[in-house]
């Protein structure tokens, strides 16, 4: 798939392990101090990852990943790398104590739920995840300024990459809220545009759609700005809905803040009955999305979205995980969604899992305050800084909500983001998903140049709405 690749196993061929990742660290390090990327440290993707493989050999050693430059130009699909790959193995229920060590529990849960149709194919791992050498770039200068502030709900002098490429406090230590707010930075590019549809699907198996036109504004990645200069703003977001007929013309727009406790998100709604654009009273924490069946939170949008203040946060530590990468046939190829969606879950025989090493990280919530959930567990992809996996827990502790995103690397830009999204709820076994673009080809539309002015404002809410 990437560049290299054949390079790659054929080197294996003839190198021990060991002295290969140490090969294609050293190259890797070059190529950083020759111009792709300021490096950050020897051993380290331009990312913040650990370059090499691992001692078994089932995570390969990082080599640059998917990018325009090894790949073909997409058309109206991405093309599926590894179509020609089967499975090393499937796990199920009746074998999952094999290899518990590299599950999450929401994963055993999972199988344990649906014994009879729930499975992880496992492929061949291939770290395919990659950015453009100026997030490369920003990210090395972040990690020479970026502080946390306000007790880590915010920071400050980063622009345009994570903050924490190397996510230490000043002892040296780990600190979780460094981690979290890679993710909620990680590079998605500069504006997108996107027709995409949600699904709540019941016990039953019975589902219906709700379609969209999104687009969303990621100022915190525009080169014409600065830290300064925008002002605490993160991202802007805006969705109108085309179906069903009963909801089209409703829309919903949100401002998106860095420092949620400084300045909270301001959003407005706009009712297409009363044809009126008013602020919306919360989209914050534990409050549900309707659109959702109630299923998610707002601030489990994207794995999370929120602020950090009503959770104490530790980390956990770092693992190697099976989790669901190079998910292509997620990707604007499924053909229908009565293909996609089954009862209790998404059909296993289009995913795809791969071991990778992932950062854990826990937040429990702070005495004094509350939120629906009690304690929650993420999984982040270490060469994309996405939560990959999250495992929800109730007020009695109990596991209760099984949150995955099935990542795959829009190479032509190149981004690592969600070919879908899917929220599990053990107790009710309804599961929603998100994300759904396989309907309309390629539905995810980079652009390379920011917005015009006022695209995003209560005004052009309204225009969009109405449309």
């Known amino acids: ?61 990082w080599d640059g990943g998917l990018t325009p430059e090894n790949t073909k130009p997409v058309k109206d699909k991405l093309e599926d790398h590894y179509a020609a790959e089967k499975p090393l193995y499937v796990i199920t229920s009746a074998n999952q104590a094999e290899h518990a060590d590299h599950l999450s529990d929401g994963q055993k849960a999972l199988l344990k739920a649906y014994p009879e149709s729930y499975n992880l194919p496992v492929y061949p791992s291939h770290r395919t995840a990659a950015a453009t050498p100026w997030v490369y770039d920003n990210i090395a200068s972040n990690h020479q300024t970026a502080k946390l502030v306000n007790d880590g709900n915010g920071f400050t002098d980063a622009f345009g990459g994570v903050p924490f490429p190397v996510p230490k406090n000043e002892a040296g230590e780990y600190d979780a809220r460094k981690i979290l707010w890679n993710h909620l930075t990680r590079w998605r590019g500069l504006f997108i545009k996107a027709v995409t549809s949600e699904a709540p699907v019941h016990a039953n198996g019975k589902y219906s759609i709700v379609s969209a036109d999104q687009s969303v504004y990621f100022l915190y990645y525009d080169p014409a700005e600065n830290f300064k200069t925008i002002d605490n703003q993160m991202s802007q977001f805006m969705a109108s809905i085309t179906k069903p007929s009963r909801l089209a013309g409703g829309a919903l727009l949100v401002h998106e803040t860095i420092d949620r406790i400084k300045e909270d ?7 297409a009955g009363t044809r009126r654009v008013r602020r919306a009273p919360s989209v914050g924490y534990d409050n549900p999305v309707p659109s959702a069946d109630n299923l998610l939170t707002a601030d489990d949008v994207d794995m999370f979205n929120g602020a950090l203040d009503r959770y104490d946060w530790r980390f956990v530590g770092k693992q190697e995980m099976l989790i669901p990468y190079n998910n292509f046939k ?5 053909g229908d969604y009565d293909q996609l969606l089954k009862k209790g879950h998404v059909n296993p025989d289009l995913t795809r899992y791969e071991m990778h090493r992932v950062w854990v990280i826990e937040g429990s919530v702070k005495k004094g305050t509350r939120h629906l959930y009690s304690k929650r567990r993420f999984y982040l992809d270490e060469d994309s800084w996405s939560i990959v996996q999250a495992d929800q827990y109730d007020a009695r502790g ?33 599961y929603y998903a998100s994300f759904l673009d396989n309907s309309n080809g390629l539905a995810i539309e980079f652009l390379n140049a920011p917005p015009k002015k006022g695209e995003f404002s209560p005004q052009a809410l309204r225009r969009g709405g109405t449309r």
Not at 8 to 25: D, H
Not at 265 to 271: D, E, Q
Not at 403 to 428: G, K
Request: with cysteine.
């Open 1 to 61: 798939m990437c560049a290299g690749n054949n390079m790659s196993v054929a080197s294996r061929s003839v190198l021990p392990t060991s002295v290969f990742a140490f090969a294609v660290s050293v190259l890797v390090w070059l190529s950083a101090t020759n111009g792709y990327a300021k490096p950050l440290a020897p051993g380290l993707t331009p990312y913040g990852a650990e370059q090499s493989a691992n001692e078994s050999g089932s995570i390969p050693a």
């Open 265 to 271: 998100r301001s959003a407005w709604i706009y009712n």
């Open 330 to 334: 997620l990707s604007n190829q499924t």
């Open 398 to 430: 109990n596991l209760w909500r099984v949150h995955v995103s099935y990542l795959v690397n829009y190479y032509h830009v190149p981004v690592t983001w969600s070919a879908l999204s899917v929220n599990h709820d053990l107790e009710s076994k309804r």
